[in-house]
């Protein structure tokens, strides 16, 4: 009886073996992954910023800006309803395109 108490023992801390090895490896595997990432993570740069800014000013800029590109969209859409030819409507989007900066500049005092 104990032959083979000691037989089936023995076959446990083989198992074990096997198992504590086999994790090693995996470990091992682990840690060499983890180091490859870390210097390729190195060598890509980090977002300075990840949250939008949340200040007053932040906030107003942004209503601002929606209610510019709320006014862009409405006057081409006008162009499009109103004139018939492409050179005409393609004129509007370009006029539109550059008189945007400069209206925004001068309605909402953006000279900073």
Do not use: C, H
């Amino acid at each position: 009886m104990s032959k083979e108490r000691a037989k089936r023992r023995a076959a446990r801390e083989a198992e074990r073996e096997r198992l504590a090895a086999l994790r090693a490896e995996q470990e091992e595997r682990l840690a060499r992954r983890r180091a490859r990432r870390a210097r390729l993570a190195a060598l890509v740069p980090r977002p300075i910023r990840v949250a939008r800014q949340g200040g007053v000013i932040a906030r107003r800029q942004r209503a601002q800006n929606g209610v510019v590109a709320v006014l862009f969209v409405i006057v081409q859409v006008i162009a499009w309803l109103a004139l018939s030819s492409w050179t005409g409507r393609f004129g509007v989007f370009i006029l539109s395109l550059l008189l945007v900066p400069v209206l925004v500049t001068l309605v909402f005092d953006r000279r900073t």
